[in-house]
């Protein structure tokens, strides 16, 4: 609306996430790891195909604007753990405690079983928040795409990753063509869920690529999920992935496994948020 750039639109949008101690699946206030450590991998991707991206990030609230700087000052894509954290601090970055008293609470509940069975997004129907303490009718990750209005598009994607993960563990959202992919000529995706499926089938590179071949936003990301379905149906049923995407026109749409998923579009005059009706079960 105000002539910005896509590029800043995407970082600053996911700012707010990042920093809302009451969202606990990005950031602040993300859960933990199953040893107590909040860990955050984030990526972002401009329209001419520079990235950045760093993964168990610990003590930043804001991952996302690590990994632009990465992107912009650094001949590297992606750091990692203790060289990402000594890059943020310096760069001028302050060292925080990313674990709230609530997902610390949290934690301590999950350690009195401590079983590996992650429910990661809501829209799973054998999810329940109300059974997991704390949680909140949530994504778990925040994947935003932009397009500005010169036409350029722009992504990011941030988040705290699966809740109680092992220590080290690394999903999707900090891997360029998984949880985000831009191609300035065709459009952009960007995705939600059980990171490893994702890996598994560089997500939102598919998306992009599907849009290449003509397919339009929903279709493409449909067929993504199909993938994902067809490859290990046996997993499928129990987890969520969702992609979102954009194309060159302006044309965007969302498929996810599970039903309900929800997505935010904002344009000139609207802000809407949708729940999406189609999607596989
Ligand atoms: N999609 C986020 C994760 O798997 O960590």
């Known amino acids: ?123 799973n129907k054998s999810f329940r928040p109300d059974k997991l303490p704390g949680n909140k009718l949530n994504h778990d990750t925040i994947g935003m795409l932009a397009m500005d209005a010169k036409g350029n598009l722009s992504g990011a994607c941030t988040t705290s990753g699966m809740g109680f993960k092992m ?41 992009v690529e599907l849009m290449r071949q003509g397919y339009s936003p929903e279709e493409a990301c449909k067929a993504a999920v199909m993938r994902i379905i067809k490859k290990k149906p046996e997993i499928a049923k129990d987890i969520q992935v969702g992609f979102l995407a954009i194309n060159k026109q302006g044309k965007y749409g969302a498929y996810a496994i599970q039903k309900g998923f929800s997505f935010a579009v904002c344009d000139k005059t609207d802000q809407k948020l949708l729940i999406k009706g189609k999607s596989y079960y």
């Open 1 to 123: 609306k105000n002539n910005g750039s896509a590029l800043d639109a995407v970082e600053k949008g996911v700012h707010v996430p990042e920093a809302d101690p009451n969202n606990q699946s990005v950031g602040l206030g993300g859960f933990p790891d199953r040893d107590g450590i909040v860990t955050l991998d984030a990526c972002i991707m401009d329209e001419l195909g520079n990235c950045g991206s760093v993964a168990a990030l610990q003590n930043i609230v804001h991952p996302i604007s690590v990994a632009r700087l990465v992107m912009e000052k650094t001949p590297h894509v992606m750091l990692v753990g203790e060289g990402a954290l000594k890059f943020a601090l310096e760069q001028g970055f302050k060292k925080e405690n990313l674990l709230t008293p609530k997902s610390e609470k949290d934690w301590k509940e999950w350690l009195k079983k401590s079983e590996y069975n992650p429910q990661i997004n809501s829209e």
């Open 167 to 207: 220590h080290g563990r690394v999903g999707d959202s900090p891997i360029i063509g998984a949880g985000l992919f831009v191609d300035n000529e065709v459009g952009a995706a960007t995705s939600t869920g059980v990171g490893e499926e994702v890996i598994r089938n560089v997500g939102s590179f598919l998306v």
